[in-house]
């Protein structure tokens, strides 16, 4: 049974600073691999989507990558602001849909003024 | 173009009572998938629909149950309700084929108590 596993639990960082949010998955039989955000009370906003033939992906500030054969990826928040204050989630899928996934339990992230 | 909607947003029900839950999924989108997020076992995938047919379910009782219909909005209905089914249930679209087939839209969901 795949196992997705998010460090760290929560992350305050002082605006600006770059950092690194970590994703360990034990199955590497994936199709993909999801980035999501969580807004308190809201529902989640997909960030970005490595396909598992693939080893990053980028969108304006954040990067992410994936190493299947570890079962590791990393979300890189480049100049970070207090807006980037959220949960981040990672997600695989695998088994019988690519849209079928199994979420890591986040990180919530703080961004301080 | 209207995201994933969700009614209704909130609910309290009692314990051995029933619910229905309503996604409409953005237009055009054929898959509807739906989770449920709870914080002691956080995200978990309940079932996918794809064109009127359950694709693939999670690992739920069968309490918990769900539709398609022609025009792609889904249901999902949870009977006998329990203390432990307290929780925001997610909805989320895709095109279901072809580029940005696996790409999940999430609808804000449905929140769901139980007393």
């Known amino acids: 049974k795949q196992e997705v596993t998010q460090i760290p639990a929560a992350l305050s960082v002082p605006e600006g600073e770059n950092l690194v949010l970590n994703c360990s998955f034990t199955d590497s039989a994936i199709y993909n691999l999801q980035w999501f955000r969580q807004d308190p009370g809201k529902g989640l906003t997909s960030l970005l989507l490595i396909q598992s033939s693939q080893r990053e992906q980028t969108s304006g500030r954040l990067n992410a990558s994936l190493d299947k054969s570890s079962g590791r990826s990393t979300l890189y928040i480049a100049a970070s602001q207090p807006g980037d204050s959220a949960t981040y989630l990672c997600?695989?899928?695998?088994?019988?849909?690519?849209?079928?996934?199994?979420f890591g339990s986040g990180t919530q992230l703080t961004v301080l003024p | 173009k209207a995201g994933v909607t969700q009614t209704p947003r909130y609910l309290i029900k009692t314990r051995g009572q029933q619910v229905t839950l309503s996604c409409s999924p953005i237009s055009g989108h054929r898959s509807v998938s739906w989770y449920q997020q709870t914080p002691g076992q956080g995200l978990q995938f309940l079932f996918e629909?794809?064109?009127?047919?359950?694709?693939n379910k999670g690992n739920f009782p069968g309490r918990f149950s769900g539709r398609q219909f022609s025009n792609s909005r889904s249901e999902m209905n949870v009977s006998t309700l329990e203390l432990g089914d307290s929780a925001l249930y997610l909805c989320?679209?895709?095109?279901?084929?072809?580029?940005?087939?696996?790409?999940?839209?999430f609808g804000a969901g449905s929140r769901l108590t139980v007393l």
């Open positions: 997600a695989v899928s695998d088994g019988g849909s690519a849209r079928q996934l199994t």
């Open positions: 989320a679209s895709t095109l279901g084929t072809g580029p940005g087939a696996n790409v999940l839209t």
């Open positions: 629909y794809f064109s009127e047919t359950q694709r």
